[in-house]
């Protein structure tokens, strides 16, 4: 991404209240990601508020290094019907901020499990 922005937010999405119940309003959305053109992010925009009810009443939009658009939002589960083209659910990894897929972490760890079967290891930790 070429351009990071981490906003202050004085809430817990988990918590309802000040008191650290579980809030499981929340447990039952999707956050998605579309990929989109430049010129095509306001359409794109102006779709999902129209058609879904987008949770937190935000969408994040990310530019990536290639010129690409990124529009990360939270759907409710029930409000799910049919999803704009070119759009991935994603998770988000809280400590780090960090987007990634199922099959993304399964890549890795298939990756992994090649190197150990192999018996490579970092050069730095043979010394």
Known sequence: MAEITT???DYDIYTENNFGNLN???LNNKLFCTFTKKEYVDDLLNTLTSKYTIMYNKIFVLQSNNGEYVCTYN???GNI???PGNTILVH???ESNTLYTINALNELQSGME???KHNFTNPAERA
Do not use: A, T
Request: glycine share 0%; no cysteine; proline share 6%.
């Open 75 to 77: 759907v409710d589960n």
């Open 7 to 9: 906003p202050y937010v």
């Open 24 to 26: 499981f309003k929340d």
């Open 92 to 94: 988000r990894k809280k």
């Open 81 to 83: 019907n049919d999803l």
């Open 114 to 116: 090649s190197l150990q």
